[in-house]
């Protein structure tokens, strides 16, 4: 959740508000550091000292932390006593110590000036340091810090002549061991930082790729996928931070089985794929599914693609999506390595597979087969009782069929089926109707339509008679379903072309949804939607309506600050 420093009141809930305001009054935050710009860092004193972080951008704050237990909610009191220590100059606020904490001394109740941040400052003082003086502290840090060492050896992994994966997968597990607090969850802003840090890593690994050390490259992505899977399991990655990561090594591991890469990384790559789709290590994202495409574009001999059919034929049958996404895999695979005639029996014994299903029937169309086409499109509408969206792909091929024949019947038959059931629809059937049915039965064919939409549950298709409608300029009918059907943000969706023929009456419509819209919604965000919409109404012409609203609105909702400020601005 971001939060505007401007009216952060709004977002946090009332008893977390006051707690969070008590702290700071009573001088429990200490002075933040800003470690990076916009970057801030500070420490609450509680039951315990907890430490705050807050990223800032153009007056938003667009992640927080803290590293105390608190689960009952999206910010906890330490965070708000943070943010009110950094708005306290805006809020005409101030701390009173005398009220607080004894454990340690509190900084001046008024905000500093501006300092250097804390990467400026060490940037000062490496500037300064001699090289003798920092390679004995690194060394002397090294000798008493096991977790400085650990993040020494693995962050410069690649100039060690033993590379392996296990140097490249220490170096994330150490970034992972710095990031999580001490309750050893991973918060948003460690996820930030572990991307960021492993981002660097994967620019090494494109640089190996451009220098030819596939390898090496191989072990950074490899490490990075396996050990950020896991960490998603104790890690808040709702910002997608570590998700991206991963994202981006599979990207860089497709580059280097694009790269032409020697023999013992092909079979390296070839082995990774297959293992990890065997033990599942990223079921329920695309890479579980990318890694039988990788692996089927590496396989180079006879026993390895057999190797790849025996994964595919153990996916659990309950995995329909999976195994029909395999098949296909296997499919490709077979029309390239063992030809045309072997892949097309491979597809009629799966022909269930929709994607079959579908070739086998262009191909039908292709050899003017019309009876074959014909019966695998009606025999997969049975197949795929439960699945609408198939059906409709069947009956629309069934439209194909039957236009390839110029059977008039059969095409105004499925083309009026899809018009009605299709709520995506993949053609203009609309227009392929109106170019076949009789002019003079025209109007007649489409009121019967429009009644049948209208009347279909349990959903009432007023999207369709809408569009047929605005088609064939029916405006008045229009403004009969908007007035009975439609929200604020739908009503904006036909506002352009009712204007035209009914400014007042969609002015009118307006301020009715307004009224009820505030009286139905709290919070400045939802204040500004009514607002927007009164603007409408001005540029509609109705001034005057729009005041009358305005005034409604005031003394109805007159204890709503927020509100009265936002109509201050129409």
Known sequence: MEIPLSHFEEYIDEPILKRGLSYFKNGFVHEPEEIRPGDYEAVVEGSEDYTVKLSISNGVITEY??????????????????????????LGLSQNPTKGSTKKAKASSSKPSKRKTIAQQVDDLLGKVTHDELILFVREQASKDSLFRDLLLASFAQYNPNESKALYTKQVNTLIKVARGKYGFLDASGAKYVSNELSSMLSLAEHYIHKGKHKSAFFICTAIMD????ALGYADDMDGHLTDTIYDAYDTLTAIAQADPPEEVRKLIFKYCLTSFSKRSFSGWDWHLNFLHL??????????????????????KSSEYEVKKA????????????????????????IDNPSFRARAIQDALDQKDYEKATALANDGIDQSSGYPGLIIDWYDWLLKIAESQNDTERIILYARYLLLKSHNPKRDYYQILKEIVPTEEWTNFVEAIVQEAMERKPYYRTDLVASIFIREEWWSRLLDLVKKEYTLDQLAKYEKLLAQHFPSELADLYAERIIRYIENHVGRSHYRTACKYIRKMIKLGAREKADEVISQLRQTHYRKKALMEELDNV
């Open 65 to 90: 932390s803290c590293d105390c237990p608190y689960d009952m909610g999206a910010v906890c009191k330490h965070v708000v006593a943070v943010i009110f220590y950094l708005e306290q100059d805006q």
């Open 295 to 316: 692996a089927a574009y590496m396989l180079s001999t006879d026993s390895e693609m057999e190797e790849l059919f025996k994964r595919i034929a153990a996916i659990p």
């Open 227 to 230: 050990e950020l899977i896991s």
């Open 327 to 350: 098949q296909e895999i296997q499919y490709d695979v077979l029309l390239k390595r063992k030809g045309e005639s072997v892949a097309q029996k491979y597809l009629e014994q799966n």
